[in-house]
Nanobody, 125 residues
Framework: QVLRVESGGGLVQAGGSLRVSCAASDRTFSSYHMGWFCQAPGKEREFVAAINWSGGRTHYADSVKGRFTISRENAKSTGYLQMNNLKSEDTAVYYC??????????????????WGQGTQVTVSS
């Protein structure tokens, strides 16, 4: 399973919006739960959001609740992270990841088997 972060990263002013997408290489994408993580310079990779295989359940980090929305389109083997009301502290490289099995332990990067290459999101204040 190969993940490719297709588009959406870039530079935006505080208060603005971006949508990042993540495409998988094959249709087994629909059998995995998907997560998004971010990593700022000098910091550990942090959990942002997760969605279960069907799209019916989601989980968010407290820091992004009400601002970010995770979604997926299994027919396209693609997942999304819509980021609204961006803040300077959201500046980081954003990674998508896939996790098999149960929809739990979602906030640990070690729970995920496949990772995208990451895309830079920079929010200017």
């Amino acid at each position: 399973q190969v993940l490719r972060v297709e588009s959406g990263g870039g530079l935006v002013q505080a208060g603005g919006s971006l949508r990042v997408s993540c495409a998988a290489s094959d249709r087994t994408f629909s059998s995995y739960h998907m997560g998004w993580f971010c990593q700022a310079p000098g910091k550990e990779r942090e959990f942002v959001a997760a969605i279960n295989w069907s799209g019916g359940r989601t989980h968010y980090a407290d820091s992004v609740k009400g601002r970010f929305t995770i979604s997926r389109e299994n027919a396209k083997s693609t997942g999304y992270l819509q980021m609204n009301n961006l803040k300077s502290e959201d500046t980081a490289v954003y990674y998508c990841a896939l996790r098999p099995g149960l929809f739990r332990d979602l906030e640990s990067p070690r729970s995920y088997d496949y990772w995208g290459q990451g895309t830079q999101v920079t929010v200017s204040s």
